[in-house]
């Protein structure tokens, strides 16, 4: 990757994070994230691991130049970041994860939260079912997820079946930075409306958490 350009990371993902999966996508991914961006998404995981590297690669850099011009980040499901400087790993490995400006792994339990090392962020799954891994489960739900996040070390992203506002807010109360979300954008048809509408029930969400944080 040398003499290439480099993403800015500047912190970790939090808010509405959109995983991409171009064979759920209602329309051509690029103009699903477009949208999504627009009503709000500045993180954005690139997974479609199934493409050869140069497709891949090449998409990736499409991606990079929608999320710029909005001041977001595209991480690339890893180990290989794409010239990028962010990647998520699956919870199997690579250990140690590579030496990049930002690592997320996906994790699932305590024994797999007991293992990370320098990684700066995780997602934590499946919070609800989900229709994109039907059975992969059993759900955490709300208080589970709660758990987890308090024995992890590093902040988390709750993923899985997260489509509602209502389960966007239960996420942030149990103490997630963000939510990572697949089908319900992916599916939409107004992208943009329900990245939106998402990230403002992630806005109400954490500031009435703020508020009765300082009351306490």
């Known amino acids: 990757m040398e003499g290439r350009p480099r993403t800015k990371i ?3 993902p939090s808010g509405v994070v959109l995983l991409s999966d171009r064979r ?4 051509p991914l690029v103009d699903v994230v477009a949208g999504a961006v627009g009503g709000g998404v500045r993180w954005v995981v690139l997974r479609e691991k199934d493409m050869p590297r140069a497709e891949r690669l090449a998409l990736a850099v499409e991606l990079r130049a ?3 011009e909005a001041g977001g980040t595209l991480i690339v499901a890893g180990p290989d970041p794409l010239d990028g400087d962010a990647v998520h790993l ?3 490995g690579p250990y140690p994860p590579p030496a990049v400006g930002l690592v997320g792994r996906s994790c699932h339990d305590n024994a797999e939260l007991a293992r990370l090392t320098t990684e700066h962020y995780v997602t934590l799954s ?3 079912g989900t229709r994109t891994k039907p059975g992969y489960g059993p759900p955490l739900r709300p208080d589970r997820l709660r758990e987890l996040i308090a024995a992890g070390p590093v902040p988390v992203l709750a993923l899985g079946g997260i489509e509602t506002a209502a389960q966007v807010a239960a996420c942030v109360e149990a103490g997630a930075t963000g939510v990572a979300v697949l ?3 992916m599916r939409a048809q107004d992208p943009a409306e329900t990245a939106t509408t998402l990230g ?3 806005q109400e969400a954490a500031a009435l958490n703020r508020d009765t944080g300082e009351d306490k």
């Open 126 to 128: 499946p919070v609800y």
């Open 66 to 68: 929608i999320l710029a």
């Open 90 to 92: 699956p919870a199997a």
């Open 24 to 27: 759920v996508a209602r329309g």
């Open 183 to 185: 089908g319900a954008i």
């Open 10 to 12: 500047q912190g970790g």
């Open 200 to 202: 403002r029930a992630f």
